[in-house]
């Protein structure tokens, strides 16, 4: 398994550094500003928009309004682009019709482009990832997890009655393309210690998202296999 990404581990420990230092949410905005994919995904955004605009305006107008009058919550993870925004749409205009606020995750106040977009659809409440502190509780999980010597050890490990191992195999077979995970590889090791860490602090019973939110109902894309790990 030659094409293992050696520089992902390195990078996953630099985000956490440069968040705890509070420099991440600038950094990315600089890199926004200047990356050519991010300058084609506003392009493409905008071009989505004049296409819609005029027939999105009262949808957006009637979200707002009634999520004004909402007595509930209702938690959604964030997606990026206009086709993924759109997607939510229907959903997030049914949840506002039972009379619950809707709230959108994303994964830092970076995300602003991100962010219009859900405001053009009349969403007017976020809450960020990269706002979350650390989770001390984590590292239980992760010794874990530094016992286990197979696959199947992996898939079995729990945490908070959450299957955190069967969730990170499942994620790292993904990215890695594989049938199986080799936990002799110290290079699949330290991806899946990346993967499995998330998740854990994802759990609804221990993310400060969820307990400040106490949402009525979460909404996710692709439940289970988000990148962030569920809010199980």
């Not at 019709?97 to 482009?113: C, F, K, M, T």
């Not at 080799?182 to 210690?193: G, K, S, V």
Request: some cysteine; charged content about 25%; overall charge positive.
């Amino acid at each position: 398994m030659s094409n293992i990404p050696t520089f992902a581990p390195r990078k996953e420990k630099l985000k956490r550094l440069l968040n705890r230092m509070g420099l991440l949410v600038m950094l990315r905005q600089i890199h926004d500003r200047f990356n050519p994919i991010a300058w084609a995904k506003r392009r493409s955004n905008a071009v989505a928009l004049q296409r819609i605009g005029q027939r999105l305006a009262p949808l957006a107008r009637q979200v707002a309004e009634q999520s004004q009058r909402a007595q509930g919550t209702a938690l959604f993870i964030g997606m990026g682009g206009v086709s993924y925004v759109l997607q939510q749409l229907p959903v997030i205009a049914g949840v506002v019709a039972h009379g619950l606020r809707p709230i959108i995750v994303l994964p830092s106040r970076a995300n602003r482009e991100d962010r219009r977009l859900y405001e053009l659809c009349g969403v007017q409440t976020f809450v960020f990832w990269d706002d979350q502190p650390e989770c001390s509780e984590v590292e239980s999980v992760m010794q874990q997890l530094a016992a286990c010597e197979s696959q199947s050890e992996v898939v079995d490990l729990r945490w908070q009655d959450v299957a955190v191992g069967k969730y990170a195999i499942s994620t790292l077979m993904r990215r890695m393309r594989a049938g199986q995970i080799d936990l002799t590889q110290p290079a699949l090791r330290t991806h899946l210690e990346i993967v499995v860490s998330p998740r854990s602090r994802s759990h609804r019973r221990r993310n400060p998202i969820y307990r400040g939110v106490a949402p009525t109902t979460r909404r996710l894309r692709r439940s289970r296999i988000y990148a962030r790990g569920a809010l199980f």
